[in-house]
């Protein structure tokens, strides 16, 4: 079977901008106008979070800060994915949760280019710790470049074989995670494009 | 509350019809000797299915199977795992998993 | 949380039903035994969604579950009433004929 791979971003790209390697990109913004497109929510506390969700439609992105916000996020059923970005905190019992639930958690890229020098070692100490836990739980993830403007952009290639070698640091089964992330991103768009897809498990042949 | 709109006829209520005298194939499976099974299903219990074929009845499990189905107007491919409970069970059960199922198409 | 649809469950429960003892009744004179299992099967979705069998599908035997076969029940009329026994239990059912007036 073919994998499509899938890619998430904060900006509308325009056909100027590059993207290599990627059959479908998700802008996550919300003022886009493009049909396959996320709907973006930011929140600071939870009650935001409720109040925002209610008008929420299609393919919800939670984007926040706060521990609180994202555990809530992912008891929403509206929610499908916990987006990322440097400041995300996330915890055991909410990756555990998200396996339940079917949530997505997206894992960027571009977060480590926008933080230098210390942080920058924290971050990975964290993602690689985080992606430990992803595979523990097999909860659904995507690997993304989350790219806030077009400079941020990078090919797939890179996306992958970053993701690749900060795994086989860590000590974690390099081939096991980027086969689960390729399938999750096949999943995904699968079920945002094709129509003959209807949900896990089941699917249209003929009519 | 959101209330969710789930056709009557919708591909995605298989898992919670009656799938005796329905006609099935086996797609998917760990035994290669159940790949292409194909009948009518005669009787149902919690975990197998029982398949009226050419050559005599045949019990497949459903749990990490794939079938395909004839249902309504479409042709689809269930995987088992979908439809492994007691046969009474399924309409609760199934409606609960395409509720929960995220962004499942069900108004087709 | 998620809440059950019970209207809905409902409705699908009675179209099954239906569905199965149709079934039972097409093949009761092949497979006497599966066209019970059909009747049985219909009896649990029955219980579990509350749902009533309706009156016209209601032929079977209360106590074993076999269908109605005219080589396995014996019709009787007497005393203004329909008397029927099941030959497999010997269950006896007695339906009262009245007068429409």
């Not at chain 1, 969700?53 to 994915?81: H, I, P, T, W, Y």
Request: one cysteine or more; charged letters at 35%.
């Amino acid at each position: 079977m073919k994998i499509v791979y899938v890619d998430f971003v904060r900006f509308t790209p325009t056909e100027t901008d590059l993207f290599e390697g990627y059959d479908l990109i998700v802008p996550f913004n919300n003022d886009a106008n493009s049909d396959i497109k996320g709907y973006l929510v930011k929140a600071s506390n939870t009650s935001e979070l409720q109040k925002k969700l209610k008008k929420a439609k299609g393919f919800v992105g939670v984007m926040s800060e706060d521990l609180k916000v994202n555990r809530e996020a992912v008891m929403r059923r509206k929610v499908c994915v916990i987006l990322d970005f440097e400041g995300r905190k996330i915890d055991y019992t909410t990756i555990k949760m998200a396996k339940d639930k079917d949530v997505i958690i997206e894992v960027s890229l571009s977060k480590f280019l926008r933080v230098k020098g210390l942080k920058r070692a924290k971050l990975l100490d964290e993602t690689r710790l985080l992606l430990k836990l992803l595979l523990k739980f097999k909860t659904p993830f995507i690997l993304t470049t989350g790219a806030e403007n077009q400079l941020e952009v990078r090919p797939r290639k890179q996306l992958y074989r970053f993701f690749y070698f900060l795994s086989k640091d860590g000590g974690i089964d390099c081939v096991e995670l980027i086969k689960l992330a390729k399938e999750n991103s096949n999943r995904i768009f699968r079920k945002l494009v094709d129509k003959k897809y209807i949900m896990d498990g089941i699917e249209i042949l003929d009519v | 509350m959101l209330k969710l709109k789930i056709k009557l006829g919708s591909p995605a209520m298989v898992i919670t019809d009656e799938w005796i005298g329905m006609e099935v194939e086996v797609v998917e499976s760990s035994n290669p000797c159940e790949i292409g099974i194909k009948g009518v299903v005669v009787d149902e219990t919690m975990r197998t299915l029982r398949i009226k074929t050419d050559r005599g009845v045949k019990v497949v499990e459903k749990k990490g199977r794939a079938f395909k189905v004839k249902y309504g107007r479409w042709l689809l491919k269930v995987r088992g795992d979908l439809i492994a409970f007691r046969p009474e069970d399924r309409i609760k059960k199934g409606i609960m998993l395409i509720k929960k199922s995220k962004l499942a198409k069900i108004d087709v | 949380m998620l809440r059950r649809e019970k209207k809905l469950e409902r409705e699908l429960a009675e179209l099954r039903i239906k569905k199965l003892i149709e079934m039972s009744e097409k093949i009761k004179f092949e497979d006497y035994d599966l066209s019970r299992r059909y009747i049985i099967l219909a009896r649990k979705i029955a219980m579990k969604y509350r749902v009533k069998i309706p009156k016209e599908l209601r032929n079977f035997c209360k106590k074993c579950f076999y269908p109605y076969r005219h080589d396995r029940i014996r019709v009787r009329i007497k005393k203004s009433r329909v008397i029927i026994t099941c030959l497999n239990c010997g269950n006896v059912k007695r339906v009262p004929i009245r007068n429409r007036r």
